[in-house]
Antibody
Framework: EVQLVESGGGLVKPGESLRLSCEAS????????MNWIRQAPGKGLEWVSC????????YYANSVKGRFTISRDNAKNSLFLQMNSLRAEDTAVYYC???????????WGQGTMVTVSP | QSALTQPASVSGSPGQSITISCTGT?????????VSWYQQHPGKAPKFMIY???KRPAGVSDRFSGSKSGNTASLTISGLQAEDEADYYC??????????FGGGTKLTVL
């Protein structure tokens, strides 16, 4: 069974940076678009970013554009999210999710918690 | 990039059917068939339930069905069971690579 495992979350201060990772257990990782989706404590899901299978296309929610950068390393079956200039409102569980077809997230990781607080 | 509108809560008794609505605009749900639905139990990651508005992935019970009309998508659960109690989220493509989720609906099985 395909698995996604996120890591890299933690407690940081406003304005600091953090890099999240998501490792896939499947060799076909490079065939799929991948996404980051977050969920603030007690709140709903919010799409954050998407990267195409070949890294040629990247997309961001307006709330993170210019601060977050998505990337991937298909040779290492890994997805990344570089988060700069973090704000309190970025506090959330961050999930990585596989997208086999348009806006269909079929496999999710367990999530990694990011807390931005003084 | 406004969130899709879902009812905050719905409820039903075991065996009954319920429908959760997801209202967007002519810029997202109304123009794209790329609507998906997710079930989330407390403390767990979301589970993929419906894609392309009305398609069910392998392994998802046929008690779950999706539809779309105009700017509103819907998820119907028939033969309600206790384990269906969860939060449900809709999601739609919004053009130019953007994606928007609904605010979520808490389903209570009475």
């Amino acid at each position: 069974e395909v698995q996604l495992v996120e890591s890299g979350g933690g407690l940081v201060k406003p304005g600091e940076s953090l890099r999240l990772s998501c490792e896939a257990s499947e060799v076909t990782f490079g065939s799929y678009s991948m996404n980051w989706i977050r969920q603030a404590p007690g709140k709903g899901l919010e799409w954050v970013s998407c990267i195409s299978s070949d890294s040629r296309s990247t997309y961001y929610a307006n709330s993170v554009k210019g601060r977050f950068t998505i990337s991937r390393d298909n040779a290492k079956n890994s997805l990344f999210l570089q988060m700069n200039s973090l704000r309190a409102e970025d506090t959330a569980v961050y999930y990585c999710a596989r997208e086999p077809t348009g806006v269909a997230y079929d496999i999710w990781g367990q999530g990694t918690m990011v807390t931005v607080s003084p | 990039q406004s969130a899709l509108t879902q009812p905050a809560s719905v409820s039903g008794s075991p065996g009954q059917s319920i429908t959760i609505s997801c209202t967007g605009t002519s810029s997202d749900v109304g123009i794209y068939n790329l609507v998906s639905w997710y079930q989330q139990h407390p403390g767990k990651a979301p589970k993929f339930m419906i894609y392309e508005a009305n398609k069910r992935p392998a392994g998802v019970s046929d008690r779950f069905s999706g539809s779309k009309s105009g700017n509103t998508a819907s998820l119907t659960i028939s033969g309600l069971q206790a384990e269906d109690e969860a939060d449900y989220y809709c999601c739609s493509y919004a053009g130019s690579g953007m994606v928007v989720f609904g605010g979520g609906t808490k389903l209570t099985v009475l």
